[in-house]
């Protein structure tokens, strides 16, 4: 079990934060991505985000110089919020393709006639995918019990804030009333319950 734990913990040091790096390089300069096309970005951002990794992979003490012992609550409260970040991971995939998925939209111009995606999920909360991969990292942080692992769930926090702020602009920027409208009738992370909007 001891090495279980380790390599989730290992999972969630070597894998969020190059994720994040990846958007992080993506929507801020969208609109220069977008004069250069997609697979020139990807020929920049993918081999930043791999190597940022395989140096977390490498550079990983600080993950074993913080284990807090196995802790059977809390591995099964980080599977059930594991499982839950899987649900909601798979009404996201309803909606959305892989190149959705890995932010071509973002290094497109925009073709006329676009249309804002605001079902589904989408009609409760306008980010689900951050709120899922938080749900999955505090569950696998969780799972693992190492305080590394927790130091990435807590810099999430306002890791994802900014993104969505960030995200947000480009939105508006894509979109203009029609976003703004949908910003109005549907909150950002927290899922709107009941019926949809």
């Not at 004069?35 to 990794?53: C, H, I, N, S, W």
């Not at 807590?154 to 894509?174: D, H, N, Q, S, T």
């Amino acid at each position: 079990m001891d090495t279980v734990r380790y390599l989730l913990a290992v999972v969630v040091w070597a894998t969020i934060p190059p994720a994040f790096l990846y958007w992080y390089l993506i929507h801020p300069f969208a609109g220069y991505w977008r004069t250069v096309g997609p697979a020139r970005t990807y020929l920049v951002v993918v081999p930043l985000a791999v190597l940022t990794m395989g140096m977390l992979i490498r550079w990983r003490g600080p993950v074993a110089a913080t284990d807090l012992g196995e802790n059977w609550a809390l591995f099964y409260s980080g599977l059930i919020l594991w499982s839950a970040s899987i649900f909601l991971d798979r009404r996201i995939r309803k909606h959305l393709d892989f190149s959705t998925l890995a932010g071509v939209p973002e290094l497109r111009p925009m073709p006329p006639g676009g249309r804002l995606l605001n079902e589904g999920i989408y009609g409760r909360m306008r980010h689900p995918r951050y709120v899922a991969v938080f749900v999955a990292t505090l569950g696998w942080s969780l799972m693992a019990n190492y305080g590394a692992a927790y130091a990435v769930t807590v810099a999430l926090v306002p890791l994802i804030l900014f993104l969505v702020w960030m995200e947000e602009k480009e939105l508006v920027g894509r979109f203009g009333d029609v976003y703004r409208d949908y910003q109005k009738r549907v909150p950002a992370l927290i899922p709107r319950l009941g019926r949809q909007a």
